[in-house]
């Protein structure tokens, strides 16, 4: 056993919540197997933003085979929902969104006044989106999105979220200091725009739509797309025309 | 409950540091654990979100800020397979199920996995219950400490604001989240200046919109 005075600590924090929340003893094999193994690990692999033991994907997979052993879960079907998130829905849905509103005004009515109708007929629809409104940013308004009580986000339409938007430094300052905030992400406001920060503290889900910017007259639904910034839609970013691939 | 997770307004967390070309899961355990919450509660027993949010509040302060968003998950996870009674403390313990035990048949095939992201869980209700406050009325946030699951943050208690929308009727998180019953009520979008909630020094053009549930509100 390490001692409570192990530098590292994270380990043991996730050991000790974790065997208390399950009310597990303490030498429990999935709660913190391994022991003997992740002192090779603990000094190192450091996340910028998380300092995560690699241990933890040998506990999870320990986790894993007791809950496939006891057929409470399917190992294939953890596959998919893994690979949805990875590989089909994320921000690029949210960008279609945008681009088809900035296209069709018609849309774009829709999507103001019945957000969650107009993106289900674009066929974004699922948990953590069934009721959404979306905030339209101009010239004079700037809406910013937050959940300073978890980490609510509109799944079906950006996916899961960022670990900044999830993050204390983000959810504390958000609603305090949007500006600044703000200018952390490189957006200058004018004093004379207003800012609407929308503190995400019920089911309802916001989508920012961003100004289309100016030299864009000419592009297509789906170049439009392509320059869609997550950022954006949540009220971090501009969107520009530097994004633009080639 | 006054928990570390209600950290609107706190000061000290430090730089935001997005990360550039960040990808969905950073390790493949964090993948695992989000996708085997998401099946699990698909198998239905006594959980709704409202709990699943008052279970990470539960975790100690110091644990919360210290540990990355998956390992909240992660404790969240091994508390509540123990509490549906669908582990046991000596199979998490073994890391084996118990000889004696039946085993189960997963709700969720990887078939019916895109059907289940698509499906809609709305905890909008149908329920004739008739709103509190109209578009426009002052309304203040009660100035309530309760010690259990609510989403009236501490920055909005005691203030004043108007009501922007009317989103309908919902589910109430706070006796939701207790299995005390929904108790569906109309929840609204309620704007307050940034001066009414932190004071002079804020600016005067900058809004802050809550969603609030009736109960969460008096006429100002």
């Not at chain 1, 308004?141 to 993050?167: D, E, F, M, Q, R």
């Not at chain 2, 070309?21 to 919450?37: C, D, K, L, Q």
């Not at chain 2, 019916?112 to 309304?139: I, Y």
Request: hydrophobic residues 40%; neutral net charge.
């Amino acid at each position: 056993m390490t001692s409570s005075d192990d530098p590292v600590g994270r380990r043991d924090f996730l050991k000790n919540a974790a065997a208390a929340a399950a009310g597990m003893a303490a030498e429990s094999q999935v709660g913190h197997a391994h022991d003997s193994h992740d002192h090779d690990h603990e000094h190192g692999h450091e996340h910028d933003h998380q300092a995560v033991p690699s241990d933890l994907n040998l506990r999870v997979k320990a986790l894993e085979s007791l809950l496939v052993d006891k057929g409470l879960v399917d190992r294939a079907a953890l596959d998919a929902v893994v690979d949805m998130y990875e590989t089909k829905i994320g921000p690029r849905n949210g960008a279609r969104v945008v681009a088809r509103a900035w296209v069709d005004p018609a849309y774009k009515k829709r999507l103001l006044t019945d957000a969650s109708a107009a993106i289900a007929e674009l066929g974004y629809v699922g948990g953590q989106g069934e009721d959404m409104v979306a905030l339209e940013n101009g010239p004079k308004v700037h809406n910013l999105v937050v959940c300073t009580l978890c980490s609510c986000y509109p799944w079906p339409i950006l996916g899961l979220p960022p670990v900044w938007y999830k993050s204390a430094p983000y959810r504390s300052r958000a609603v305090i200091d949007p500006r600044g905030v703000l200018r952390e992400f490189g957006v200058e406001l004018a004093n004379d725009v207003e800012v609407r920060v929308w503190d995400s503290t019920a089911e309802v889900r916001y989508l920012v739509l961003p100004e289309r910017p100016a030299g864009t007259e000419h592009m297509t639904e789906e170049q439009l797309a392509a320059i869609v910034t997550r950022d954006s839609m949540v009220g971090v970013g501009k969107v520009s025309l530097s994004e633009a691939r080639p | 409950m006054n928990g570390v997770h209600d950290m609107g307004g706190m000061h000290g967390m430090g730089p935001i540091d997005p990360e550039k070309n960040e990808p969905v899961f950073h390790e493949p355990w964090e993948g695992r654990v989000y996708a085997i919450t998401r099946l699990l509660r698909a198998g239905g027993g006594r959980q709704n979100i409202d709990n699943s949010r008052y279970q990470i509040e539960l975790l100690p302060p110091a644990d919360y800020l210290r540990m990355s968003y998956y390992e909240r998950w992660l404790a969240r996870l091994l508390k509540q397979i123990v509490a549906l009674g669908i582990v046991t403390p000596a199979e998490l313990e073994s890391g084996r199920p118990a000889p004696q035990s039946t085993t189960a048949t997963p709700a969720v095939t990887a078939a019916m996995v895109p059907a289940m992201v698509a499906r809609r869980g709305s905890a909008r209700r149908e329920a004739a219950v008739s709103p509190r406050f109209k578009v426009g009325q002052r309304v203040r946030a009660r100035n309530v400490n309760p010690t259990t699951h609510t989403r009236l943050p501490r920055y909005a208690r005691g203030k004043q604001g108007v009501i922007g929308r009317d989103h309908g009727v919902f589910v109430f998180p706070d006796t939701n989240a207790q299995f005390l019953g929904e108790k569906p009520q109309h929840l609204y979008s309620v704007r307050f200046t940034a001066r009414e909630l932190w004071g002079e020094q804020a600016s005067a053009r900058d809004f802050i919109h809550l969603d609030m549930w009736d109960d969460y509100l008096d006429r100002a």
